[in-house]
């Protein structure tokens, strides 16, 4: 009677084991990963992106022109990988903060009104200049050509002077050469948005 006994309650267990595999059939892949699993970490990614758009990614304050993405000041929303590879080492860039935005939004502002204020007086410059008609240059001539040469620095000396303002520096340029006596256009550069053009008069000197 033992004989009969342990092989059925070993095929009993065998069969248990059977049923509870076959019951788990559907929830295993090859390899043996549980789709049950799979299923529930595709669901938490998905409520991840959807709780959290933004999420690996960094808000920076450029500290610099940082052609493409921006100007100093910008605030820009970049990968995080971006922001420690590129604009971190080369001094582009710090993680912002409150503090930091309010900085960088007043450092701004302060730069633009002096900006406006630059380009209001040079605007003012230009009208006064055009305003005073041509600017009077003497050299020696014979037969209507000049001797020596007139350059940019003789052209703003002579319109520093009657103007009563300093134009060390500014840029000029001529449409033509200077050889004879005559009027001439000359261009001024008194600001990257302020360039005008003057009448300079070579005469002849005395």
């Known amino acids: 009677e033992t004989s009969q006994v342990q092989p059925r309650a070993a ?15 559907s929830s295993f892949q090859p ?3 549980p789709r049950v699993e799979v299923a529930m970490q595709a669901k938490t990614r998905k409520e991840l992106r959807a709780r ?11 500290t610099a022109d ?9 605030v820009l929303r970049v990968a995080r990988g971006f922001a420690l590879n590129y604009l ?5 860039g710090v993680p912002a903060s409150p503090e930091i935005i309010a900085e960088a939004e007043a450092k701004r502002a302060a730069a633009e009104a002096a900006r406006a ?15 005073m008609g041509k600017f009077t240059i003497k050299r020696k001539a014979e037969e209507g050509r000049i001797f020596g040469s007139v350059t940019p620095t003789d052209v703003i000396g002579v319109v520093s002077a009657a103007a009563g303002v300093d134009l060390d520096g500014t840029p000029v340029a001529f449409e033509s ?17 302020v360039k005008i053009d003057l009448i300079l008069s070579l005469v002849q000197a005395d």
């Open 11 to 25: 095929m009993g267990v065998f069969g248990v084991a059977v049923c509870a595999l076959v019951g788990l059939g």
């Open 31 to 33: 390899g043996g990963a």
């Open 52 to 62: 959290y758009p933004n999420a690996g990614k960094l808000s920076f304050v450029l």
């Open 66 to 74: 940082a052609p493409p993405w921006g100007k100093e000041g910008d």
């Open 88 to 92: 971190v080492p080369r001094s582009l």
């Open 117 to 131: 204020a630059e380009l209001e007086a040079a605007t003012e410059l230009a009208s006064k200049l055009i305003a």
């Open 177 to 193: 050469d200077l050889n004879y006596l005559g009027d001439y256009t000359v261009k001024l550069t008194l600001d990257p948005e």
